[in-house]
């Protein structure tokens, strides 16, 4: 886990909390001691509601036109 100073936080925050963001847990310093640990949020899985509404404002997918594009793509003899 890599650590931050407290004035590196305040310095550049947005940067720091981007680097959370993208997952990364940090400890925070000062003065070289640590003093807490910044980590992401546990994101809630959708609920079933949630998904059957996304699936409705997909579109279509031809499943013959998907695989012969996936063939076109992919060498299958591998």
């Known amino acids: 886990m890599e650590a931050v100073t407290v004035r590196e936080l305040r ?6 909390l981007d680097r959370v963001e993208r997952g990364e847990t940090l400890l925070i310093t000062r003065n070289g001691v640590e003093v807490a640990e ?9 609920r079933p509601a949630e998904l059957i509404e996304r699936r409705r404002g997909m ?20």
């Open 11 to 16: 310095n550049h925050g947005g940067d720091v």
């Open 38 to 46: 910044i980590r992401p949020l546990r994101r809630r899985s959708p």
């Open 59 to 78: 579109p279509q997918v031809d499943p013959i036109k998907l695989r012969r594009d996936i063939d076109a793509v992919i060498d299958s003899s591998v």
